[in-house]
Nanobody, 114 residues
Framework: QVQLVESGGGLVQAGGSLRLSCAAS????????MGWYLQAPGKQREFVAT???????SYTDSVKCRFTISRDNAKKTVYLQMNDLKPEDTAVYFC????????WGQGTQVTVSS
């Protein structure tokens, strides 16, 4: 059973930066595709970014050139570096791990003030 625990969310002004972390336990972390999704109030969960076991990254268009996903297999942790944050980035951010099935963390709130 894989468990994912996010941290690093908070309140930041527009133009600021945050780094989210997701620590995994259980499973063989290096085999998993890891990712980040967000859910804004009243909306469905949306894809933000993923990184495969081989290190290939993918981003939704709205965060390209602002967000960077990375992973440290030795620490069993995936990161999301978020720069030039905008009020529309405000959401709960969820960590995702996928191999034979998909696992989710509990989410961390990111609030960007204008």
């Amino acid at each position: 059973q894989v468990q994912l625990v996010e941290s690093g969310g908070g309140l930041v002004q527009a133009g600021g930066s945050l780094r989210l972390s997701c620590a995994a336990s259980g499973g063989i972390f290096r085999l998993y595709t890891m990712g980040w999704y967000l859910q804004a109030p009243g909306k469905q969960r949306e894809f933000v970014a993923t990184v495969t076991s081989g290190g290939t990254t993918s981003y939704t268009d709205s965060v390209k050139c602002r967000f960077t996903i990375s992973r440290d297999n030795a620490k069993k942790t995936v990161y999301l570096q978020m720069n030039d944050l905008k009020p529309e980035d405000t959401a709960v951010y969820f960590c995702m791990g996928a191999l034979d099935r998909t696992y989710w963390g509990q989410g961390t709130q990111v609030t960007v003030s204008s």
